[in-house]
């Protein structure tokens, strides 16, 4: 065979190629179509009788030089791949909203300017509870001098205990606002009950649902239709999966700003008020693309480890922490054995920076 002859041969070969490539993906967008039709009417997709019958029929007309075996085997591959084809896209429809297949880039929330979510952690500190103008104020003014956008303080309080203090309602609220307004911060606050929300809204910037309503439908949907965005808090005994779909309720519903808060899950240690699962926060950024936070202190209930686990959250890819700061924790109305004071914040943040 001379080297012309053996050049046009592999240039045959090469033509056929790409016949056998432009023919599959004939056959392949075809089988899509079938595939379609019988998902319309309700038939099984994949139909292993006619797979049988197929090769059947291809063994009866094949010449070689091929073997049979070899036939079984290429056009075996060949069904795959439409099998396979079927599979990805079935899940890509079955993906919820708030999922990396549904969307890949992180989602990049702005809360008057300041952006959560985009590598520069975003840290929220507040008292438990709103309880004096003075109280919020001086931690206000604290949280602002250190340059930081946020401040929390409960004004609806889901305690265990009906006979606990209960909070002071939007009465609370405004006093928040105000010495937020004052310091240019933004405020962040739990609501528990949908009727609150139109009264609330004018005085919050992220809307919080902790982790009692985490599954609180209703309150999920009515959030879902507002234009701030939205913490929200896992459950004490809710799965991930749980977690996700009850994000998924929200951004369902219209919302799309919102924020995940890993705050410690109910487990049989009694050294933490909660364990706090640290493995949540890698887990829930791979599966969303959603912002994660963790809250330090209700996931720990413990004033002398905050420092480490905010900083592990924020080794582990956490887009933001939580934690509560309290002028006198002592005499705090709830919540008084794991909030910071001023001194312990200011030495708190002073290492987590450095
Ligand atoms: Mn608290």
Do not use: W
């Not at 049979?68 to 591959?77: C, G, N, P, Y």
């Not at 929220?124 to 109280?135: D, K, R, V, W």
């Not at 528990?192 to 902790?210: N, R």
């Not at 413990?302 to 480490?308: E, Y």
């Amino acid at each position: 065979m001379t080297k012309q002859t053996l050049n046009e041969l592999r240039g045959r070969v090469d033509e056929i190629n790409l016949q056998l490539l432009s023919l599959l993906n004939e056959r392949t967008a075809i089988v899509q179509e079938m595939a379609e039709e019988k998902g319309k009417r309700g038939i099984k997709k994949y139909d292993p009788v006619r797979e049988a019958q197929i090769i059947a029929e291809l063994r009866k007309v094949n010449q070689g030089p091929m073997t049979d075996a070899t036939l079984i085997h290429v056009f075996k591959e060949i069904f795959k791949v439409s099998v396979k084809l079927q599979e990805e896209q079935d899940k890509k429809k079955k993906s919820l909203l708030v999922s990396r297949e549904a969307k890949s880039e992180d989602t990049h929330i702005n809360i008057n300017g300041d952006v959560v979510g985009n590598g520069e952690p975003t840290l929220i500190f507040g008292p438990c509870s709103i309880e004096t103008e003075e109280q919020v104020e001086l931690v206000a003014k604290n949280i602002a001098e250190k340059g930081l956008k946020y401040i929390r303080g409960g004004a609806f309080k889901p305690r265990t205990s009906p006979y606990d203090f209960q909070g002071l309602g939007v009465e609370g609220l405004k006093m928040l606002h105000a010495a937020a307004s004052k310091y240019g911060l933004n405020v962040v606050s739990e609501i528990m009950d949908a009727k609150d929300l139109a009264e609330a809204l004018p005085y919050l910037d992220v809307v919080q649902i902790g982790a009692r309503n985490m599954q609180n439908f209703t309150l999920l949907k009515a959030v879902g239709q507002i234009d701030k965005p939205v913490l929200l808090k896992r459950g004490l005994s809710a799965t991930l999966e749980e977690f996700v779909n009850a994000a998924e309720y929200i951004t369902s519903h219209g919302n799309k700003n919102v924020i995940l808060c890993e705050r410690g899950i109910r487990t049989f240690e009694k050294a933490t008020r909660n364990t706090l699962d640290i493995s949540a926060v890698p887990i829930l950024k791979k599966e969303t693309h959603l912002p994660v936070f963790v809250d330090i202190t209700h996931s720990t209930g413990r004033r002398d480890i905050l420092l480490p686990i905010a900083k592990a959250s924020l080794a582990v890819g956490a887009d933001g922490i939580m934690a509560e700061v309290h002028p006198t924790p002592e005499l705090a109305l709830s919540d008084a054995a794991q909030q910071m004071s001023i001194e312990a914040f200011d030495e708190f943040y002073e290492k987590l920076l450095s």
